[in-house]
């Protein structure tokens, strides 16, 4: 059939063009759908926040599935995730309170003040990426009860924000997380933490829109148990996992791949709404009183602004080649899902308040083989071996001392007694707790060795 292949080939000549353009169409189309690696980095964080222990802490996640971010973050939020008005303080980046955090932390807590449920909005146009709802077991033989929502936000790819307590959601957040399974784990027991244990169900792998400004859920402060004060109701994760991670930090040491990315939330804001966001960063008393008989009276309370720069604080505060930032006396356990970064419930950090830094602080998470759990908080000085500021301090062959002499604000307990020091050199150095106060010629004994 010669005139039938003919007329084929007649076809195919006169039409080729519309084969070409159907098949770009087809490849364009595939090529701009969605694509999410949910891939987890052995090495990435598997948890990493004491309230968030899914994988959106992972700068995998989510991948190539979103837009773009801008080389310049500043104004990237455009709304308020919580209305300023209803915040008393925001307390800083690098909040110390051993054991559980020892190393100073990567998130931001809001002391608010009204007992009233807090709306909070989404802070920009993004995705709610991931959601985990936390319960906790009051006691061993308690049933678990449920707690709170972790929710987890990329506005654009790479850029991940986790807003831990939120007490409620909205109700299409309840109606599609009633169509999945969660994943749960159970039995979950944090350093620091006074739940008997914790169960955390994740829910990976959303993409549920969100505009800026709507509204997605609420917070509510609760009185503490132990009768002083209010609870903090709420806390914040930033993450920029299109930055590098600091090239002179050894990370194999930490067990959370968000710590090495964190970020401040509120760089993330311009003009007046990030004014008034930064003028609540500090702390706040509540004014907490207790007469002979036990009767606690709470106060009006007062406000402890931090007014040195970065007012958001700052987390990794290592200066190679000195004293200053976190010592570790072991490797983490990268298998630990507790939601503890570093060797959780060990280590030493020598640091500045993230309140007022002008204090230094000695914390220790139990250590010297006796668990030694606390926080001196001395004032720098920059002469002698006497209560140093650390960044001064090199591998000079010299034991340098520190004891408390000011007090802290938002420490843990005070340590009464000693701390013995003596750097070895950038990754190396030893240490040693002794009852008293520093002299001038210290020495070590029995010391104890701590790495980074």
């Known amino acids: 059939m010669p005139e039938i292949a003919e007329k084929k080939r007649t076809f195919i000549q006169r039409f080729w063009w519309v084969f070409v353009v159907l098949v770009t169409y087809i490849l364009a189309t595939w090529s701009s759908m969605p694509y999410v690696d949910h891939t987890m980095d052995k090495d990435a964080n598997s948890g990493g926040a004491e309230n968030n222990q899914g994988d959106q802490g992972n700068g995998n996640m989510g991948k190539g599935a979103y837009s773009a971010c801008p080389a310049d973050l500043a104004g990237i939020l455009t709304a308020p995730l919580m209305d300023p008005a209803v915040i008393s303080a925001m307390i800083p980046l690098g909040n ?11 998130h931001i807590y809001f002391v608010v003040n009204t007992d009233d449920p807090v709306p909070l909005y989404a802070p920009a146009d993004g995705w709610i990426t991931h959601i ?16 709170s929502f972790v929710v987890t936000y990329t506005i654009c790819d790479g850029l991940v924000l986790d807003f831990a307590g939120y007490n409620d959601v909205v109700q299409p957040i309840k109606d599609e997380l009633a169509k999945l399974t969660g994943q749960c784990k159970s039995g979950i027991v944090k350093t620091g933490h006074d739940a008997a244990a914790e169960q955390q169900c994740d829910y990976p792998d959303l993409k549920i829109p969100v505009t800026a400004n709507e509204l997605i859920g609420y917070t509510q402060r609760a009185f503490r148990a132990d009768g002083y004060g209010y609870n903090i109701p709420f806390e914040i994760w930033a993450a920029d996992y299109n930055q590098p991670a600091r090239s002179d930090v050894d990370w194999s040491y930490y067990n959370d791949n968000r710590y090495a990315h964190a970020i401040c939330t509120f760089d993330l804001y311009s003009g007046a709404l990030k004014d008034a966001y930064d003028a609540k960063f500090g702390t706040w008393s509540d004014g907490v009183t207790k007469s002979p008989d036990g009767k606690v009276t709470v106060g009006e309370g007062s ?28 490797k983490p356990d990268l298998n630990d899902k507790s939601g503890n970064v570093g060797n959780a419930g060990y280590g030493i950090t020598i640091i500045h308040n993230n309140i007022n830094p002008g204090v230094g602080e000695v914390v220790i998470g139990g250590e010297f083989g ?33 004891s408390s002499d000011v007090n802290g ?30 002299g001038t010629e210290e020495t070590i004994s029995e010391g104890f060795s701590f790495t980074r």
């Open 96 to 106: 110390v309170s051993p054991p559980g955090h020892t190393y100073p932390v990567d």
């Open 132 to 147: 985990m709802a936390n319960s906790e077991k009051k006691t061993a033989d308690s049933d678990y009860e449920f707690e």
């Open 303 to 330: 406000f402890i602004p931090r007014t040195i720069e970065p007012l958001c604080g700052e987390i990794v505060q290592d200066i190679a080649g000195t004293l200053q930032g976190a010592w570790f006396s072991g």
């Open 370 to 402: 006796t668990g030694l759990i606390g926080v001196i908080a001395f004032a720098p000085t920059h002469a002698g071996t006497v209560n140093r500021e650390p960044s001064e301090v090199k591998a000079d062959g010299q034991v340098y001392c520190y």
């Open 409 to 438: 604000i938002n420490v843990g307990p005070p340590i009464r007694g000693k701390v013995l020091i003596r750097l070895i050199d950038d990754h190396h150095m030893e240490a040693a707790y002794q009852d008293g106060t520093c």
